[in-house]
């Protein structure tokens, strides 16, 4: 199994430009996260879905849009990309039920927004 | 979710343990401690997590106080390899509910 992987794994982009940034999983798992991290910081929530067609906020969900047509992918797009959008973004996905299950996370996205 | 206070950095000798602290002195009793750890720029990864009793496996060993208000992360013989950012979560463990990491503690194993 590959577990989560993300494509790219970095990209320059340009003030105003868009990007989406693919993430996709192959264990099956109902829920999925994105998630951007800052120099020196942890990890902040963007969006994340409970499972194929649904999508909900997180902490920081401002200037990104997201969606789950398929179970195994969450597309995490950004129509006009900004400066303080730079930064590094992981994936993660986790079993659902009623019990927690761990998150597993991607290798990451490093983008800067020139 | 309880806020977490964890040290920014510590030092471990290879060989030795590492004991990573963590104080979340306004945990609730449904909450669990987890942690999480992140080897330079790579995704974070899950060790363990627990609800009052001690827990151990092939990673790690937590160890919780009696009042739950303080845990113990214990790598019994650190290597190179345990170099990362350590993250110690405290959340309920039903239903959908968001990691908060903090800023974590920076382990620099050394030779």
């Known amino acids: 199994n590959a577990g989560v992987t993300q494509t790219p794994k970095f990209r320059v982009l340009k003030t105003g430009q868009s990007m989406t940034l693919l993430c996709a999983q192959d264990m099956n798992h109902e829920y999925m996260y994105w998630y951007r991290q800052d120099p020196g910081m942890g990890l902040r929530l963007i969006h994340y879905s409970v499972g194929e067609g649904t999508t909900a906020k997180g902490e920081v969900p401002d200037g990104y849009n997201v969606s789950r047509l398929k179970k195994q992918n969450f597309l995490l797009g950004l129509e006009s990309a900004a400066p303080s959008q730079t930064s590094v973004y992981f994936c993660?996905?986790?079993?659902?039920?009623?019990?927690?299950?761990?998150?597993?996370f991607g290798p990451g996205t490093r983008l800067t927004v020139l | 979710d309880a806020k977490t206070t964890q040290p920014p950095s510590m030092d471990c000798a290879e060989g030795r343990a590492a004991n990573l602290p963590c104080n979340h002195s306004t945990i609730s009793g449904n909450e669990y401690v987890y942690w999480y750890r992140q080897i330079h720029s790579q995704g974070p990864q899950y060790i363990i997590h627990g609800l009052k009793n001690n827990e151990t496996n092939e990673m790690a060993s937590l160890i919780i106080t009696e009042d739950r208000k303080s845990s113990t992360l214990i790598l019994p013989h650190a290597t190179l390899r345990d170099t990362a950012v350590y993250y110690c979560?405290?959340?309920?463990?039903?239903?959908?509910?968001?990691?908060?990491f903090g800023t974590g503690t920076r382990l620099l194993v050394s030779p």
């Open positions: 979560i405290v959340r309920m463990n039903t239903g959908f509910q968001k990691l908060v």
């Open positions: 993660a996905s986790s079993y659902s039920g009623p019990i927690y299950n761990e998150q597993f």
